[in-house]
């Protein structure tokens, strides 16, 4: 999986953060509210998005309501597996992650490991 690039991860994390569909108007809007984008090239880019599946759309009137396919955590999901599947030798690679981890970090993945192993065992 590539990485979004700036524009498409201002996009991305708009819809995440409002948990609703949008129409590009209303991105472009909350985006100039910081810097000045051209409607056109945002519209250009949630097309992209929309081809690439990352977001899903549709019709309100003449608007295209743009919502995304997957969650911020899927999406930070596979650049993990991503940047894993980079390495020779994944144990270590996930051993070198989880010392960088925080105490709650720590809980968090034991608490997801023992989730997966229940699942794993059905």
Do not use: C
């Amino acid at each position: 999986m590539r990485r979004l690039g700036d524009l498409e991860a201002e996009i991305m994390d708009r819809l995440w953060m409002w948990q609703r569909p949008a129409t590009v108007r209303e991105i472009v809007d909350d985006i100039n509210t910081q810097r000045p984008v051209a409607y056109t090239t945002v519209m250009t880019v949630a097309t992209i998005l929309y081809n690439k599946g990352w977001l899903q759309r549709g019709k309100e009137g003449r608007a295209w309501l743009y919502s995304p396919v997957r969650s911020r955590e899927e999406y930070s999901a596979a650049l993990m597996e991503d940047a894993l599947g980079t390495s020779q030798d994944r144990p270590a690679a996930l051993a070198h992650f989880v010392e960088q981890m925080g105490p709650e970090e720590v809980s968090a993945l034991r608490k997801a490991l023992r989730s997966a192993g229940r699942r794993h065992q059905e």
